[in-house]
């Protein structure tokens, strides 16, 4: 855990002892969810467990709540998060076909991620970029009027440039050694 | 009393008490408006639609079960249109629904189908897509099938409301909506305990108990096999009606006459373990309370509860009676005192308990009540199970000449039988306490105190001018609130009795279905239950465990007496904390409601 996510993890848990002492800690369920989904990307059991005892809420009410929102992850998500736009006007300029060469290509169905923990592949509801549909985002990232051949490509560019970081911090490493 | 409102139900006038629900003022007028979400004991869910009704001036149908009366309100609960919009939704629910009535163990007794079938649904106008999930087969006790589930959420307002124990939710949501425990782990590993109130109150088969009744018909095909059965006090109040019989008739010596002719070579009687039981458990009592001893001691008959302690309340360990139940302590001098007497290798002894239970289940596999590497209990059976292989086996239960127990093990007292109905065990308990401490007769034995459906009762009897200060608590809700009191108080009782189903025994997750014109846990036959049991003690002449002769005969030939080493060695236990996932903490606020 780096220092950033340890000093995130102090605040939930301050913030989890105030909605203790609230009347309603239940109604801070939500907002606490989202907190631990912040700092880990999804929501560990173990933080679910810990939100349970703290807050005095059935771990089974906690499990309701965090599978009924699409929001929440129940496993850990890739570094890059790929979200292919099935509303209507990508659908009908191809969308069906860019989310199966995706699928081809990260050999992962949609909710999944891939075993390098690379990419973790969704679908969503109109990202808003009707106009160069059909689209997806990776990140914050919008690529517009996709191909096969452009897809593909596009997911490459995020392979290399994680390949090159990997052996530039190799190579830093082994610089600092003696 | 507030006063009167005026309401039309189908352009006909009636005056009725304002503050209640279209359905509880419908209820009342003799209006019966089809339901399946809602049970009074539970919290209003209006998630089925289904009883829905017309009120004029409203733009849509309203769920009656959920809707208050208003003065002046008109309703109309039959109408052709209101009657296609209900015929509708049902035929939505059975859309996405098996259909395998025919090979379904509810087929005939589910609410689904009653609904169904009043409805007057006689073809499928629409092909819904089905639900896929495997059965969890975890658990001992019970058994969790997703794909028989119609999201009513009964089982999830049960599991919580009642038995605060919030094993169940329902996760994901809309089509793919599933009834599991926390993180979706198996039955078996989850909180679950086992008590099987789920299986009541489910209107299909969603929920089942794990069903022993093929392995038991091989085995009392098998000559090698001495076969033993032993059926709790509850089952012979209750059995009547899974044969369409009314609530409350006493069933024993038919019971007794059908396990001979399914082809038990002795039928015996948990009601003599329960008077053994309380020679135990009052003696351990009066150990505790003149030695300096762990009080409040608290009861440990109830299996369900025996996993609610350990999962809830392990601080209260050391306070629960080392008794095994008595189906444990019956299987035990079975395989040992029995087998003796008739020179039978035990090994070679099925022991089969007939239980109202499915937690019994769970208890029959605990590895602590084990002895000589042997289990005292081979194969639980439900009240409902037993009821199917009867009828398989074709024995008319209802018409059958009744016969009576066999010896060593079968005679009881009237404290035995009253086992099966809350505030019973304190009853037979205090019968027995009293006059093993006070070497006097307690003239007035009824203790009316403990009895009834109150969610906690308490009373207080004098022994030798010291005042005993006893509670009950049946439904684990209710015996959870009762605890946080002792949590608090340590002091405030002596003796605390506690069973997991709500009115005892006799509420137990195995008993029969409700039946038609019936719902499940209905107070009114409740009572009928622990009427038939209190009746029993009453026609008894025996009506004191100690004064039970083949008691008095087991301790002089085998077990010594009561706390001997002899008896600790089979007829006590230990408990040890567990921590399954899903544990919250207990306390004031996380047992939310009133004791019901």
Same mark, same amino acid.
């Given at each position: 855990m780096t220092q950033n996510q340890t000093e995130k993890l102090q605040a939930i848990r301050e913030a989890m002892q105030a909605a203790r002492n609230?009347?309603?800690?239940?109604?801070h369920l939500i907002g606490i969810l989202h907190k631990v989904q912040e700092v880990f990307g999804y929501l560990p059991r173990e933080m679910m467990d810990e939100v349970a005892q703290t807050l005095e809420i059935p771990t089974a009410h906690i499990w309701g709540v965090a599978t009924f929102?699409?929001?929440?992850?129940l496993e850990p998500i890739g570094r890059h998060v790929v979200s292919v736009c099935m509303g209507t006007a990508c659908y009908v300029k191809g969308a069906a076909s860019v989310l199966e060469t995706l699928k081809k290509e990260l050999g992962v169905e949609v909710g999944k991620t891939t075993s390098d923990g690379l990419f973790t592949l969704q679908e969503a509801r109109c990202?808003?970029?009707?106009?160069?549909?059909?689209v997806m985002m990776i990140d914050e990232k919008i690529y517009g009027q996709l191909d096969s051949k452009k897809t593909v490509d596009i997911i490459n560019q995020y392979r290399k440039a994680a390949a090159e970081e990997k052996s530039a911090v190799g190579a830093e490493t082994r610089r600092g050694k003696p | 009393m507030s006063r009167l409102i005026t309401i039309t139900i189908n352009d006909k006038p009636y005056q009725v008490e304002p503050n209640q629900t279209i359905m509880q003022a419908a209820d009342k007028l003799g209006f019966h408006i089809p339901r399946l979400c $809602? !049970?009074?004991?539970l919290s209003i869910e @209006?998630?089925?639609?289904? &009883?829905i009704v017309e009120v004029e001036g409203m733009k849509n149908y309203v769920a009656s079960c959920a809707f208050p009366v208003s003065d002046g309100m008109k309703i109309r609960t039959n109408t052709q249109a209101l009657r296609t919009a209900r015929r509708d939704i049902i035929e939505l629910i059975l859309d996405?629904?098996?259909?395998d009535c025919h090979t379904c163990?509810?087929?005939?007794? &589910?609410e689904l189908q009653r609904l169904a079938a009043s409805m007057g649904i006689?073809?499928?106008h629409f092909e819904g897509e089905r639900k896929r999930y495997e059965k969890d087969l975890s658990s001992e006790a019970v058994i969790r099938d997703?794909?028989?589930?119609?999201?009513?959420g009964r089982c999830v307002r049960m599991c919580s409301?009642? =038995? =605060?124990?919030?094993? #169940?939710t329902q996760a994901?949501?809309? %089509? !793919?909506t599933v009834v599991m425990p926390a993180y979706n782990m198996p039955m078996g590993e989850?909180? &679950?305990?086992? &008590?099987g109130q789920c299986i009541n109150v489910c209107?299909?088969?969603?929920f089942l108990e794990k069903n022993y009744t093929q392995e038991l018909f091989e085995k009392l095909n098998d000559p090698n096999l001495v076969k033993v059965v032993q059926f709790a006090p509850s089952v012979r109040a209750a059995i009547g009606e899974a044969f369409g019989l009314e609530p409350g008739l006493n069933m024993e010596g038919q019971l007794i006459a059908s396990l001979r002719k399914l082809g038990f070579d002795y039928v015996f009687d948990t009601q003599f373990a329960a008077d053994l039981t309380i020679m135990e458990e009052a003696s351990e009592f009066l150990e505790r309370l003149q030695s300096g001893g762990v009080l409040p001691m608290i009861t440990s008959c109830s299996s369900a509860w025996m996993k609610c302690l350990e999962q %809830? $309340?392990? *601080?209260?360990i050391p306070n629960v009676s080392t008794c095994k139940s008595p189906m444990s302590m019956q299987g035990a001098v079975t395989k040992t005192y029995f087998a003796k007497k008739k020179k039978?290798?035990?090994?070679?002894i099925l022991s089969v308990a007939v239980m109202c239970c499915t937690a019994k289940k769970y208890e029959a596999a605990?590895?602590? /009540?084990?002895f000589d590497g042997m289990r005292g209990v081979d194969i639980v059976v439900t009240t409902r199970e037993a009821a199917w292989m009867i009828k398989s086996a074709g024995i008319d239960l209802v018409n059958i000449q009744p016969e009576e127990p066999d010896h060593p093990l079968g005679i009881s007292s009237g404290a035995g039988a009253i086992f099966?109905?809350?505030g019973g065990v304190m009853e037979a308990a205090i019968r027995t306490a009293y006059e093993l401490y006070t @070497?006097?007769? #307690?003239?007035?034995?009824?203790?009316?105190?403990?009895?009834? /459906?109150?969610?906690i009762k308490e009373g207080s009897i004098v022994m030798d001018g010291k005042e005993i200060r006893v509670a009950v608590a049946h439904g684990l809700g209710n015996a959870c609130r009762l605890l946080e009191r002792v949590r608090q *108080?340590?002091?405030? $009782? !002596?003796f605390i009795e506690i069973m997991g189903c709500p009115g005892g025994c006799v509420g137990?997750?195995?008993?029969p279905y409700a039946q038609i014109n019936s719902i499940p846990l209905d107070d009114e036959n409740l009572r009928k239950r622990a009427q038939a049991l209190y009746d029993l003690d009453k026609a008894k002449?025996?009506?004191?465990?100690? *004064?039970n002769p083949d008691v008095q005969k087991l301790y002089k030939e085998f #077990?010594?007496?009561? #706390?001997?080493p002899v008896s600790h060695q089979y007829l006590h236990t230990h408990y040890k904390a567990k921590t399954p996932v899903g544990i919250i903490p207990r306390n004031e606020r996380t047992l939310s409601g009133d004791s019901k």
């Open positions: 609230d009347a309603h800690p239940e109604s929102y699409h929001y929440f992850n990202l808003g970029a009707c106009g160069i549909a059909p | $809602y !049970h009074p004991k @209006g998630a089925c639609r289904v &009883c996405n629904h098996p259909q163990e509810r087929d005939g007794n &589910c006689r073809a499928r997703p794909e028989k589930c119609i999201l009513c409301e009642i =038995q =605060q124990v919030h094993n #169940l994901h949501r809309g %089509f !793919h989850s909180v &679950c305990t086992a &008590c209107p299909t088969a969603a %809830f $309340y392990p *601080d209260l039978i290798d035990p090994r070679k605990r590895p602590e /009540l084990m099966g109905a809350t @070497g006097e007769t #307690l003239v007035d034995i009824e203790v009316e105190a403990v009895r009834g /459906l109150k969610g *108080d340590p002091s405030r $009782y !002596h137990g997750g195995g008993q002449t025996i009506r004191r465990s100690h *004064d #077990l010594q007496s009561p #706390l001997s």
